[in-house]
């Protein structure tokens, strides 16, 4: 089949990206030619692939995705795909994979009625609807579950549409034998005493993943636990407001930025705590992730992937609406039980061993290959 792979941007360290590279990756495995659409590529590409950048005028970014999307419709109508996925929302796909909450439930709900006025909300709202409105002919690729009943509230899209897919974590963060080797190197490498908590936070987009929430809760901290107390923070994104909110906090001495890494699955060997309390998070791969590890979660239950480690039993998930005092006296009950932590570590790496959290890309290929038109 000839395919044509459409999204915004490409950046190795993105939730979206990753699941965009493992489901072409797979594709082009099976011998299907892969064609990309984008703006722009971060990384090396991939031998074999034909890479289309489009170019757009704009400052803004809502008024450049718009003007991609326009471009893109002219360059897919003087070819002929045998199937068109989009990892964005926008016209024209034969599958969208919903990587994204729905907009304009996020924006009813956190967002004054004028901002809907804003040229910015009127584009991603059209962009969306151009995806979701009853009588489209896009499928979905639904990743939450719990986004499904959403969509149909705004837009009443047909049941039939939306194709539910599994997890789909790298089998590279099930924990090797040498687990303690690399745990111990890194730690020494960063002079973590082994006796120290290691707190991670894993994400781009510091803001939406919470780790303002996050310096909060290590300010809160007792002194005697702040001092045992170190926090890496992995991901790619502008660091400067998070290191002037430590500073103020005078917690400065116990966080490290490390940006965007292409091993974080030795880091989550090394902690021994994920902290990920998001303010958005359409599923929260990094939880799954953990969990294969053996590294306790803590978090909340706006994530999508929240209910795997309830069910696994690997860690705490807090409700919402949010409470800072809350999560601040969680974390502080966490750090204080070793034999907690433990607990939760074994049962993660127990369920890791039987549920189907692996196979979203084999299941997202199945689907493309199934398309006829």
Known sequence: ????????????????????????????ARGHTIHVYTMAWVGETEPG???????????????????FTKQLQNR?????????????????????YAADVCYVARIASDRPRWYRLLPRYRTWAALENAVFAHDIQTKIMLIAPSQKKIFQQHYQTETARFHELPPGIAKNVIVPLDRLTIRNTLRQTYRIPTHHCLLLM??????????????????????HLQSQCHLLVIGDDNKNAY??????????????????RS??????????????????????????????????????????YANYIVEAQAGFILPEPFKQAEWNQVLKNVLLSDKQRDEWRQNGLKFAQSADIYSLAEQAVTLIESTTH
């Open 76 to 96: 897919l109508n003087q070819e002929k795909y045998d199937c068109i996925v989009g990892f964005n929302k926008m016209p024209g796909l034969d599958w969208y």
């Open 49 to 67: 692939w034909h890479i289309h950048f489009i170019k757009v005028p704009g400052l803004q970014n809502h008024a450049r995705c718009h003007a």
């Open 243 to 260: 290191v002037k909110l430590a500073k103020q906090l005078k917690i400065e001495r116990l966080v490290q930025f490390l940006g965007g």
């Open 1 to 28: 089949m000839k395919l044509a792979f459409c999204l915004f941007h490409y950046f190795p360290y993105g939730g979206l990206q990753r699941d965009f590279l493992r489901i072409a990756r797979l594709c082009y």
């Open 263 to 304: 091993d974080v699955p030795q880091w989550l060997l090394a902690g021994d705590v994920l902290l990920h309390p998001a303010y958005h998070e359409n599923t929260g791969t990094v939880l799954l992730e953990a969990l294969a590890a053996g590294l306790p979660v803590l978090s909340v239950d706006i994530c999508g």
């Open 202 to 223: 894993v994400g781009s987009g510091f803001k939406t993943k919470g780790l303002d929430r996050i310096l909060f809760s290590l300010a809160a901290l007792p002194t």
